[in-house]
């Protein structure tokens, strides 16, 4: 006889409850840790790794700017030794770029991904992906191996829309000192309005993500599929599952029912930097119009206060990630060229164009944190190139040939 286990979701203002995890204890008045861009950023989200948002990217593709490029990085910390059973995308999850095109924070049109069930052990999966308007293509994943070298990344083209897909393991393109951004914020909890700013570079540059891997969903969509009256959109990626999750008796986990979010990633450094450990599961399932709404705004703004920000630069960090959602922006005007998927200085994050791999955005923010004064984490680029056509990201590290001694880790 058939006796499933039903492991329940329940959305109450969005916050997802696992029926199974009674509790969480939660610890520190404020964000107690960064983890990077997005990477581990709540309780519940530790406990879930294939939901784990850990990037965001969207940018236009600098050998054809007509092309939106969107990338998102999931499931962190992904070690080459263990590709055959890591490197599965979860099939009870929906990865979903929202669009938000009308300058408010209310999503317009989405991008969805979803992914057949993963055997990992070299297996490739199928995605499905739907386009706004409904147009929907099939793609096969990229395989992961054991081997010394990396595969060939698998691009699939959709022929009626030109839009082009990537699924698979990849070297993490986020670049940190993670260690030297949790002291910093560490100090800001232990000493509230005197961080000691010394913390984020003290180490000399040490990439807290290089030798990981990750799981990346790429697609490249043509723009005119994603813009509406203006030509600035925005960005925000979300992991979602049914809200009820059933585990049956032969341990194969099902979902039904609506869709319900249980991460989301918009602007860098947002949740880990700024949200307090007892609301970071609630802001994950919240929407971006809670975040226009203000619901999140009395939180940021002890936090930055607990940084010595400034009125001004507070003002500043709120216009991107509170007045109108914690949304990335991009403006389909503002160029993009270069290498590395774009390098022009007068575009990337910070001049609205969206955020490309190569943006320093931990520089960038936490300069802003400091009140403009230059604040840097003194790793200025990811230790692997980034490749010059889509997806841009690198190839995944690889396990290491007998005499190899560098690992590349950077704990």
Known sequence: MNNPTAVTHLADRGALRVGWIASMILLAPLAGRVHASDHIDSPSITQDRGSDLTDTYAFLDPNDNSQVVLIMSTQGFVVSGEHFGMAIFDHNLRYRFEIENTGDAKPDAFVDVVYSKGLGREKTQTATITLPGGKSFTAATTMATQEYKAPEMVI???????????????????????????????????NPGHPETSYLGERGGRDTYAGFNTLITAVSVPAELLKGASDVIGVNAVTQRHATQTLGDK????????????????????NN???????????????TEDDAAGVFKDDIVKSLKAMNTDEEHMAKLAKMAVDNGDILRLDLTVPNKGSGGGSNKDGGFGKMGGRRLQDDVVDMVFTMIANGKTLSDKVDANEKPFQDQFPFVANATQPFQSGEKDDHTRQ
């Open 156 to 190: 699939s083209t959709d022929k009626d829309t030109g839009a082009k897909f990537f699924a698979g393991v990849a070297d993490d393109p986020f670049f940190l000192d993670d260690t030297g951004a949790n002291r910093l914020i560490g100090s800001a909890i232990k």
């Open 251 to 270: 341990g194969v986990l099902t979902g039904e029912g609506d869709w319900v979010t249980v991460d989301r990633d918009g602007g860098p450094l947002v």
């Open 273 to 287: 930097g700024l949200i307090p450990p007892p609301r970071k599961d609630e802001y994950n399932a919240a929407s």
